[in-house]
């Protein structure tokens, strides 16, 4: 299957520009290993030098889900695709509903560990 | 052995000396669990197969093969294939960051292999890992009309999928047994493994005492983060989550369309009142219409989706001919397909084909209507092809000729 897959992006290089794909794919896993990845290690640093005990889980939550919401709205927040002749294409206010999106995700999980909280 | 030369030895220094920061075991977190790993692995496993699946399923609707004609029901098949090939991909975002987290420190440990099998596990976790980020990244990007390169989307996801897939299969396949054993439930008062003897890198268990999140809220903070985008994004597909759709990039209200006819630069030629449509090919009578010819053909109502590959999609109301009677007219064969042109010159969707099923379903319409109006030009005026169970970049726009293959 892997050969297959090599194959046929050399075969069709007019449409796949072999050279482009591989740096977008090695790219892609350096952006990962060298930018992402450090920046995630650093807040877990910050995050166990700074909260400590009950609430440190409840941040966690709340980081990781807004932290892959942010990552997955990225391209429509800097509006990449807003072609200039297609109002249809990211019709919305990205910023403000990711600001929508994670403030409920927070007080969702506020709201959690406050009643875990009491239930002890 | 190479062990003794002294790159060897500077970096096994590095990884290890505990004053310096890259010593293996630095990154340690009580996460960074086997069972963790297994079934996030298992997850992502099953998503990725989901889109890979979908995906070959889309693929053979732009690419017909012809002993493997596509079916022209249910109508809603291609809607719902696409939307779950987006939902999947969409969802699977959170799982990979995850996974690619709890496994990072294996990357960096060193040496990269002690055997040869170890160096081909590697190349192949590696082919995993570019594709899986490439595959969700590419897609991402694509739904939201970002295209930070120059080749063809549909060519470098679709072949990237193959060698993704591949790897997937290996990995699976080695990692199974162990998979296996970490994810089988354990009675509370079995004794567990020490991780470390399992896994010298990870090194690390869930288990015992910990500030933050255990294993089981770590799986769950992951489902629930894909839970939270699949709600926000997948009313773009589902009418039901269509008001809860806020990161979609597209609204299903509007009538969404990818390509203005501006942007294609048909604005004028179908507005044109030298606009003509050509049945050609293998007829017996070859017709050229006008657009008052094509309405004076009785006119068929049909409630079909559009479907985009690009995962939204919305039902409405098509009204025009049926392209079977326009064959009939022309006398084309009875099992016949067709191709369909539009007038957009550089698109590589200015051609379509129908194959005999589509083409002669009492569905399948060469729309002048839609929810009762009149084709704006940006849903393909005058004359747009809407059929059951096709993309919707095969729903061809401007419509000016079918030719009968």
Known sequence: ?120 | MVRSSPVTAAVDRFTTDPDLPLRQGAFQSPLRDERIAAWLGAALGLLFTTCFVTGLFSHLHQHPLSWLPVPARPAGLYRFAQGLHVASGIASLPVLVAKLWVVWPRFLSFPPGRRAADAVERLGVLALVTGGIFMVFSGVANIAQWYPWRFSFTAAHYWTAWITAGALVAHAGAKAPIAVRAMRPRRRSARRPALADADPVLHTSAEGPHDGLDRRGFLRTVAGAAGVLTLTTAGQTLPGLRRLALLAPRDPADRPVNRSARNAGVLEAAAASTYRLRIEGRVARPLTLTLDDILAFPAHSAGLPIACVEGWSYSARWTGPRLRDLLDAAGAAAGAAVNVESLEQRSPYRVAFVNHFQAHDPDTLLATHLDGAPLTPDHGAPVRLIGPDRPGVNQTKWVTRVVVL
């Not at chain 1, 896993?29 to 909260?51: E, I, Q, Y």
């Not at chain 1, 600001?99 to 002890?120: D, Q």
Request: aromatic share 8%; no cysteine; hydrophobic share 55%.
């Open chain 1, 1 to 120: 299957m892997i050969l297959w897959g090599v194959r046929g992006a050399f075969h069709h290089r007019l449409d796949t520009r072999p050279a482009q794909l591989a740096r977008f794919l090695l790219g892609g896993a350096l952006a990962h290993d060298l930018v992402l990845a450090p920046l995630v290690v650093l807040a877990g640093v910050a995050l166990a030098r700074t909260v400590r005990g009950r609430w440190r889980a409840p941040v966690q939550v709340a980081l990781f889900v807004s932290a892959t919401l942010a990552l997955f709205t990225y391209p429509a927040l800097r509006g990449y695709g807003r072609a200039l002749h297609n109002p249809t294409s990211l019709p919305h206010d990205y910023a403000a509903n990711l600001a929508i999106v994670i403030g409920a995700v927070v007080l969702a999980v506020a709201a959690g560990a406050i009643v875990s909280a009491n239930r002890r």
